[in-house]
Nanobody, 125 residues
Framework: QVQLVESGGASVQAGGSLRLSCVYS????????MGWFRQVPGKEREGVAA????????RYADSVKGRFTISQDRAKNTVYLQMNSLEPEDTAMYYC??????????????????WGQGTQVTVTS
């Protein structure tokens, strides 16, 4: 099995920055790529960013392009999501996920088999 643990969520003012971390462990050799998703109550989970093992290629949702960056430290088994210029619309529970599937439609949640418990990000205006 694969375990994922997110951290770094917080409450921040609009325009601010946060960096989320996701440490993965277990049968990590199964993972081909990692993704970050977010969800607000009553809405579907939204893919935010994804990166293949090794850091590239990457994929971003249009809503976060130019503001968010996904990166990886393989030595630490950690994936990061750097979030800049945060907006109130970015408020959500953020989830880290891992996939052993092929690299296509990587911002769709059904491509991922392994999920963390989430970390809350709140952006105030």
């Amino acid at each position: 099995q694969v375990q994922l643990v997110e951290s770094g969520g917080a409450s921040v003012q609009a325009g601010g920055s946060l960096r989320l971390s996701c440490v993965y462990s277990g049968y990590t050799e199964r993972i081909r790529y990692m993704g970050w998703f977010r969800q607000v109550p009553g809405k579907e989970r939204e893919g935010v960013a994804a990166a293949y093992q090794g850091g590239s290629p990457t994929r971003y949702a249009d809503s976060v392009k130019g503001r968010f960056t996904i990166s990886q430290d393989r030595a630490k088994n950690t994936v990061y999501l750097q979030m800049n210029s945060l907006e109130p619309e970015d408020t959500a529970m953020y989830y880290c996920a891992g996939s052993d599937d092929t690299w296509n439609s990587v911002l769709q949640s059904n491509k991922y088999q392994y999920w963390g418990q989430g970390t809350q990000v709140t952006v105030t205006s």
